[in-house]
């Protein structure tokens, strides 16, 4: 599960609580590399200092609502959940996320789904949190071997539950990056948590999954990243260029997820017969996630072809 940050940990167990920008600024000066026991605990020292500020978020959104969101800092930026305290483009960057209970509105009207309640996922990022307001979410922990798994839909994950905890206030935690698996259940009441999340230029390269805990199964991706879906829609488009281009990202790029867009975007656009030799031959790509995945496709191929016509 997640490791949980003791204040013992921290250098200065009971400094003060700062402000937003203090702590922006604290940051900025010593950065945050997750893989330095210093650096972790740096930043969670600054977290710690934020979220003792019990007033700073709320003076934020008024200062936002009075100025229509017309903000001049460029980092204060909003959505329906989540609100970015940081500029971004820098290897971290500050948010606070907004969690509401199955008793809100927005719940009743949004349902838990959109939320991210009870969708079992992992991260791609390490990243620090904090409960700052309300009772906290709980979430089911797991912890798997990141390493081992292709990543291919239907593959066995070996997770491994550790325990049911919740994010109370005042709590630090560290979220690990392709270990840690958490399934989020509503709070009790409206919640808000900190987040330091680490950002770096592989995530873009690495994956991010859901799960089905049930079956011990990877369900799905969570982080397409903009290149594969630009190459889906350059071939669906059409164009020599973008098919010549599928083909040799299929045949020699690095990545293999981006290896297994190509071929996707490619069987999109072939009939039956040939798109189902296209994954014939991809079975003996050499990447296992490609080969897993092409499998996959071949037997969904023939359970179309198999039903009928309507």
Not at 201 to 230: H, N
């Amino acid at each position: 599960m997640p490791r949980v940050i003791d204040r013992a940990e921290l250098a200065t167990p009971t400094a003060a609580p700062c402000a937003l920008d203090e702590c922006i600024d604290g940051m900025e000066a010593q950065g945050f590399d997750p893989q330095d026991e210093g650096s972790l605990l740096g930043a969670a020292h600054w977290l710690a200092r934020l979220g003792g500020n019990g007033d700073f978020l709320a003076e934020v959104m008024l200062a936002e609502l009075g100025r229509r969101h017309r903000s001049e800092e460029a980092h204060h930026t909003y959505g329906p959940q989540v609100i970015m305290l940081s500029p971004l483009g820098r290897p971290f960057f500050l948010r606070a996320a907004i969690w509401p209970s199955a008793d809100e509105h927005m719940f009743r009207a949004s349902g838990g789904g959109a939320f991210v309640y009870e969708l079992p996922h992992d991260h791609n990022f390490d990243f620090l949190t904090y409960g700052y307001f309300g009772p906290g979410y709980a979430s089911d922990y797991y912890e798997y071997d990141y390493e081992e798994v292709a990543g291919a839909i239907g593959e066995k994950a070996g997770l491994r539950f550790t325990e049911r905890a919740q994010l109370t206030p005042g709590k630090i935690m560290h979220y690990r990056a392709h270990r840690d698996v958490h399934s989020q259940l509503p709070p009790a009441g409206l919640s808000v948590s900190l987040n330091i999340m680490h950002a770096g230029g592989a995530q873009g390269w690495t994956d991010q999954y859901r799960f089905k805990v049930d079956d011990d199964e990877i369900d799905g991706i969570l982080s397409p990243g903009s290149s594969e879906v630009f190459l889906r829609i350059a071939v669906g488009l059409g164009g020599g260029e973008a098919l010549d281009l599928a083909e040799r990202f299929a045949a020699r790029h690095p990545s293999d997820r981006m290896r297994l867009t190509a071929l996707e975007a490619q069987a999109g656009m072939l009939d039956h017969i040939a798109a189902d030799d296209l994954w014939r031959r991809a079975e003996g790509s050499g990447s296992r996630l490609v080969a897993l995945e092409a499998v996959r496709h071949r037997r969904e191929l023939a359970v179309r072809q198999a039903l009928p016509a309507v």
